[in-house]
Every structure is written in C-alpha cells, then in structure tokens.
C-alpha cells in the first residue's frame, strides 16, 4: 500500500510534467520511495528553472519582451538583474552540443551560481556573467582568452568569442547583445586569424562594415586601380599584417618573422614594384591597409 505521502510527491510530478505516474510492486519501502520521489521532483524543478531561466533571458535579448517583463520574470526565479553582466558571445566551427565536453568543461572553469549559458543554436552560445563590480577591458579580454584556451586545449573544440562593456544597466543588455554579433561578424570577415573581438577595438573593420557594396568597389577602382588585393599569397599577407602591427618597423617586423632585415627590405621592394605601394611611406600603408579591408569585406559578402 502506497503511502499517502507518496501519493502526493506523485501528484506533485504530475504537475510538473504533465505525466502520470503508476508505482509497480517493489522491495523498495515508503520512506525509500519517498527520497526516490523526491529527488526526481528536485531534479525536474531544477532544470525547469534553468530552461525557463534561459528562455526568458533569450527573449529579452532577441527584443521579444520588455525590460520591466524579464526583470519581473528573473527575479521570480532569483536572477539578480542589479548586478553588473558580461556578456561574451561564442561561435564555434562545428555544433557544440554533439556531446557534453563544451558545457562540461565550461560548468568547471566557470561559477555557474554567478553565470548563465544560453543556448542560441547548434553553433552559438551566450554566456551571461554577472560579478559584484565593474570589469575593465582588460578583464574581459581576459576572461574570454582563458575561455578559448581552456576549450582549445581541453575540449579540442575552436571557438571564437567576441565580448562588450560590462554593464549595469539592464535595459542595455539587448543593445549590447546586438554589438556582439555585429563583432563576431566584423570579426570574422576582417580579422579572421584572431579569436577575439572586442566591440570596441575593432577599428576600420566596424567603419567599412556600414558601407554599401558600390561604395567600397568605387573607392577601390578610383584610388587603386589594377591592384588585386585578393590574390595575395599568404607570405606576402603575413608580412604586410605583420609589418602594419609594429607600427610600420623594419627591425621589430624582422625579428617577429624571422627574416633577415634584407629579406624583409627585398619582400617590401618587390611589393612596391608590384603595386606602386610603398609600405614604408605612411600615406601608401594607409591604402594598402584599406584596399585590403574593403577587398575582405567584398569577398566575404559575396560568399554569404
């Protein structure tokens, strides 16, 4: 005979999922099928509070409901919206969720008491980070390269992530969701080699991504003409980004690829020869450094 304790904690599931449950003949005693009963119930309100959590944390990103609705929403299930949020998006090669190593590895580097993953799609997720005072620049930058280390190393798996200011405001959070994709892609098409993108460091890249296709293909035609910046070899690609990074240096740009000085100087005459683009004089690196961008930003919608 079932206890009439047990009766209820089986109502109780019942509610909660809808699904009526039968008890079968067993060894087990009441007071061992009430910690059975119970356990199920605890793990199922859990992770209904986390989906539901999510759902509306989502939602209110995407615009789909007001900042006075989420705010009301997570309180009731103890998100404390007064707190300061990180958010970091990250976008991964292949789907994450094909096994349970991505989110495993990132529940252990990360306080899940203090953080929120959201689940956007098979290849993106968001990470919600709420901390006690403002986060610098420098901290989230951080924060985001341990997270792509830990997951290259641990997991195997390359992720990109892109991150904005840390926050207090609640109503800014969908503005600064939106930053973050507009980073992943301007990230994507005009710095590709890297693996972080901060909103704010992402120079002329977030600068031509406003222009129109017509404006980009004019200013090249007119200020460049018969230079084709998509048929550079990766040596001469290299080199050119490498010597921009340095501040236009010689002797910094040699040591870090390890050249001789006179290679580099013949890599940089052989350009000019080629081009008309001294990258040597300031005004020439300037062009290149632009016909390079605008020819990025024009292949990359082309192959969308």
Do not use: W
Not at 8 to 17: A, D, H, V
Not at 251 to 267: G, I, K, P, S
Request: glycine share 2%; with cysteine; net charge negative.
């Amino acid at each position: 005979m079932i206890s009439e304790t047990n009766i209820n904690l089986i109502e109780k599931l019942k509610e909660l999922t809808g699904i009526p449950f039968s008890i079968e003949e067993n060894e087990l005693s009441d007071q061992e099928l009430e910690q059975k009963l119970n356990k199920l119930l605890e793990t199922y309100s859990t992770n209904q509070v986390s989906a539901s959590r999510n759902t509306i944390f989502l939602r209110y990103l995407n615009g789909h409901i007001t900042a006075s609705e989420a705010r009301s929403s997570l309180h009731h299930y103890h998100f404390d919206t007064d707190l300061y949020v990180n958010l970091y998006l990250l976008r991964f090669d292949r789907p994450y969720n094909e096994d349970d190593s991505v989110l495993s590895i990132l529940s252990e580097f990360i306080d899940r008491s203090t953080s929120e993953f959201l689940q956007v799609s098979d290849t993106e997720l968001v990470i919600v980070h709420l901390t006690s005072s403002l986060a610098d620049a420098d901290s989230m930058q951080n924060f985001a390269s341990q997270i792509e280390n830990t997951l290259s190393s641990e997991a195997m798996t390359p992720v990109r992530i892109s991150f904005d200011q840390s926050t207090r405001d609640f109503e800014a959070l969908p503005t600064s969701y939106r930053n973050l994709t507009l980073a992943m892609e301007i990230g994507m098409t005009f710095y590709s080699s890297d693996r972080l993108y901060n909103y704010h460091q992402l120079g002329l890249g977030k600068l031509i991504s406003s222009l129109p296709n017509e404006a980009c293909e004019s200013y090249l035609k007119e200020t460049l003409p018969g230079i084709d910046f998509s048929s550079l070899d990766s040596e001469t690609r290299n080199t050119i980004n490498t010597f921009f990074s340095t501040g236009l240096n010689i002797a910094e740009t040699a040591r870090l690829l390890y050249l001789h000085r006179n290679t580099l100087v013949y890599r940089l005459d052989k350009f000019h020869k080629v081009t008309g683009l001294d990258l040597r004089d300031f005004d020439d690196a300037v062009s290149c450094k632009m016909g390079m961008l605008l020819t990025e930003y024009l292949d990359y919608n082309k192959n969308m």
